[in-house]
């Protein structure tokens, strides 16, 4: 066979194999190998020497072979080199089929590219001393335009870009699961994800090239990600390396999906933003079912508000005579026990006194207690709670199946802890938290802001700045969601850096909407909690709260906001009055017999008391280890599966052991006294 058919024939093939290619890559190897294995393939009949090499080393060709010879079409994940035809030559077959061979084994390492159309030398003329032209022909090939690239870059910065897509899109096929994929697009779907939307496509797509990926074998799947490379958008191709990208990555390597997702937000999100939804996903839910079913907690789930009738005597710190007639295993003799005189002398005549004396010294001897129930109570509203089939398992840490909720349906109530997870400060040597949206809807946007010392004043506008007193606003919430109370935090970490003088603190309606349920206020320093109510915001108001003032290191505080000056009615009760309590308990995670679980709390449940807002039945930090892994879905159940309304229920005011707070009782016993109790 002569040269000139072989070229049409290599033409003619790599016309065949490169018709719906939109790129050619190269594989990785020596190229002088290469040309020498191509060379000795010949039968040594077709390659004798002439003159003085053999018939088929020719330079030309060999330009040719070093030049185009390691280019590959890639087509259903399998590399087609451009030797790989049938020419019917005995002469120049053997070579074909080796360097075929030895290119197919290499791996490939880049997409070629080449400035010149024409790949080769077709054809030369040489006189010789006799005066004879002869024509050689030459391996050649003539390109087709969408292999030619005429941009300005070089070919080797070229190659280095589609090289780092290729790497990036491999690493994401690699690293980020199918899982995680189906999760985010979920969380998108349920518009869990801040502006999510903008990346459903582009997951949508990279999903289904993730499962053609997975189902290939090591070798196709490296072709695989060669030949999509250089067809994605940049997007899909650098997936790994975007916000998106680290999301999931960190859910492919099983980091908690709510961490995940702050993550995420904290990248992309304002610094406002919050979540409209509860993080879980359908699989989630599913998965938690199945625990819930093979653990025997389905018939757990249902709620409802406790009353006298559900607990027992032995519960019980204190009962008013009504409530102890209603209550099970009650003793005759115990209720006589609790007539019997004591000498007053134990007592001392202090008006204040620690919870714990009033549980041990005082209680026993109560015949009858009424708490002043102030402004500043409202967080501290609780309401027991029950479960609805009372042969049900436990579900909680302690062995009894009650729980409760305090006012905003939390399982413990704190400005402070509020505070801390918007991710302000809460431990400087001076704090102003305010709070609203708590007791009724409010989605007004209030403003913190304090007027420092020098006529500085910080609030939201410029809480990016830090005030020559080291003062910072870092929580700002401009549109409080629906049911979740909203905070704003001023704190000065360090004394040393404030100036002396007075800071004036005050709250304004930026909204202008006014509302009527109004705000709390915390001003904290030298470890006591000055607390402040204002109940009635009327529209663009601007509310003096109080002046504290910095002299040689010394806080002093004057008041400019009273939180006992208004009465409100909250749950069916006035507030800045007496009223009876029917029961006096500690938790049930502190109930007789349980190993005292968790902070101890002190319920006080009051008289014709009825929790207006609808308690929550559970919390994740009530759970069962076993059940802690499902903690996104009980979040949201619990927030979903509200207790049922009951008149008839146990509902107060509630006080954690690890918070400083006080309360004003009247207690009737062997004498009538009021006592100011410190927790």
């Known amino acids: 066979m002569e040269m000139i058919e072989l070229k049409g024939i290599l033409q003619s093939n790599f016309e065949k194999i490169t018709k719906d290619a939109t790129h050619l890559f190269e594989v990785q190897l020596d190229k002088d190998e290469l040309w020498d294995l191509y060379l000795n393939a010949f039968p040594k009949e077709f390659n004798k020497i002439f003159r003085e090499r053999r018939v088929h080393d020719c330079s030309a060709c060999r330009q040719f072979v070093k030049n185009i010879g390691n280019a590959v079409v890639i087509k259903d994940n399998k590399v087609i080199t451009i030797w790989d035809f049938q020419s019917g030559s005995e002469e120049y077959q053997p070579s074909l089929d080796k360097i075929s ?10 997409v070629y590219i080449t400035k010149t159309k024409a790949i080769g030398i077709n054809k030369n003329r040489e006189n010789t001393d006799s005066g004879e032209i002869l024509t050689w022909e030459h391996l050649f090939l003539a390109l087709p335009n969408k292999f030619v690239y005429h941009g300005v870059k070089s070919i080797g910065d070229m190659q280095g870009s589609y090289r780092d897509v290729r790497n990036v899109f491999k690493r994401s096929l690699d690293e980020i699961t199918e899982d995680s994929l189906l999760v985010s697009l979920e969380l998108i779907a349920q518009n869990s994800l801040y502006r999510g939307e903008e990346w459903q496509s582009v997951l949508s797509q990279f999903l289904v090239y993730k499962r053609e990926y997975d189902a290939l074998s090591p070798k196709e799947r490296d072709n695989y990600a060669w030949a999509k490379s250089v067809t994605i958008s940049s997007a899909i191709g650098k997936l790994r390396n975007t916000s998106m990208g680290t999301l999931l990555i960190d859910i492919s390597n099983d980091m908690d999906l709510d961490i995940a997702v702050r993550k995420f937000e904290a ?10 939804k509860a993080i879980f996903t359908k699989k989630m839910l599913e998965d938690a079912k199945s625990t819930m079913t093979e653990l025997g907690y389905m018939e757990s789930l249902g709620r409802v508000y406790a009353t006298l009738d559900d607990i027992t005597i032995n519960n019980v710190l204190f009962s008013n005579k009504d409530s102890a007639k209603r209550m099970q295993n009650q003793d005759i003799f115990d209720v006589m026990s609790s007539s019997i005189g004591v000498d007053p002398k134990k007592f001392s005549r202090a008006t204040e006194i620690s ?15 009424e708490v002043l129930f102030e402004n500043r109570h409202v967080a501290n509203m609780v309401s027991l709670t029950a479960p609805e089939n009372k042969e049900s398992k436990g579900m909680f840490k302690w062995d009894n199946l009650f729980g409760w909720s305090y006012n905003g349906n939390i399982a413990d109530s704190s400005m402070k802890d509020r505070v801390k997870e918007k991710g302000g400060k809460v431990d400087g040597d001076l704090r102003f938290s305010i709070q609203w949206n708590d007791i009724g ?4 946007d209030l403003d913190a ?6 006529g500085y004043e910080l609030y939201f506008s410029n809480r990016a700045r830090i005030s020559s007193c080291k003062g910072r606003l870092d929580v700002d919430i401009t549109r409080p969601n629906t049911g979740v109370p909203a905070v704003e935090n001023i704190t000065y970490a360090n004394k040393s850096s404030m100036k002396d003088g007075t800071y004036r603190f005050f709250v304004h309606d930026y909204s202008g909407r006014g509302f009527q349920h109004g705000f709390r206020a915390e001003i904290e320093f030298d470890g006591t909690v000055h607390s402040f109510d204002c109940p009635v915001v009327r529209r663009g108001d601007w509310i003096n709260v109080a002046e504290v003032t910095l002299k040689n290191g010394v806080f002093s505080i004057v008041e400019k906001l009273k939180s006992t000056t208004a009465s409100k009615e909250v749950w069916g009760l006035g507030t800045n009055q007496f009223v009876p309590v029917s029961v006096t308990m500690f938790s049930p995670n502190y109930w007789v017999g349980e190993k005292g679980t968790g902070n101890r709390h002190y319920f006080f449940m009051l008289k014709d008391c009825i929790n207006s807002d609808g308690a929550t039945g559970f919390f994740n930090e009530f759970l069962k280890e076993e059940l802690t892994k499902h903690r996104k879905v009980f979040e949201a159940l619990g927030a979903k599966m509200k207790v049922s309304d009951n008149a008839d229920q146990l509902s107060g005011i509630g006080f954690s052991s690890t918070k400083r707070n006080e309360l004003i009782v009247k ?3 062997q004498s009538e006294r009021v006592l100011k109790i410190k927790f």
């Open 355 to 369: 919870i714990e004396d009033f549980v041990k010294n005082v209680l026993p001897t109560t015949t009858e207690l």
């Open 449 to 454: 802001h304090v007027m420092e010392a020098d």
């Open 101 to 110: 061979e030895f290119v197919k084994s290499q791996v490939i390492s880049n």
């Open 441 to 444: 809807e409010d989605i007004a």
């Open 267 to 276: 990248m992309v999100a304002p610094s406002n933003y919050k979540r409209p």
């Open 667 to 669: 207690v009737t016993g």
